[in-house]
């Protein structure tokens, strides 16, 4: 098991959870491939943060991680 409910940290988590289940958020990451291009249209929308706190380019995220729960959601 990884760190944080199978992921590698709670950003990670929580980036994900907020990814997946608000409509808003989960809108945008469908329209992605890669976690990158997430970052960038969220930074475009001016959203930095989940509205937990976790930074959408914390570089502690793992984004390999993040790379294959998109590929593997939409």
Known sequence: ?????????????NVALWLGNDESLYKVARRCVRYADVVDRLEEME???????ASYNDPDLDTYALDEW???EF
């Open 1 to 13: 098991m990884e760190g944080y409910n199978g992921w590698k940290n709670w950003a990670t988590w």
């Open 47 to 53: 959203t930095f943060r989940t509205p937990d706190g």
């Open 70 to 72: 998109l590929m593997d």
